[in-house]
């Protein structure tokens, strides 16, 4: 099963590039919106994919949801080389028995990735 999660952004450009920089993300589609807005999917791993749209057309299209934020926790087994190259990562702590670190977007929107040990 593949997962899609829809993040709202003021800039797409930057957060694509975020996602594709940092992560290795790779561009899936770009999709022309209504109004010439751009919503890009880019693939974060084979089971899930960020849907990027700007903000701004969801404030015309969809304002109740608007300046929702996802909460998203990664799984990595690349973890400690992940928290050493991603610029914003932040301390290393344990929840629960699970190593977690957190990091933020060009936006200022803070994720969490945790170690994975399966």
Known sequence: MKTRIMIYV???DMSVAFWTDEFGAQVVARQTLNGGYQNVIVGISSEVELS????DYI???SPEVAE???SLMFFSKDFDKLHDELLDAGEITEVNGVLTFNFTDPEGNYFVVAKDVE
């Not at 990027?52 to 903000?55: A, D, E, L, S, V």
């Open 10 to 12: 003021e800039d797409v």
């Open 59 to 61: 404030r015309i299209y």
């Open 52 to 55: 990027i749209f700007p903000r």
């Open 68 to 70: 929702n934020v996802p």
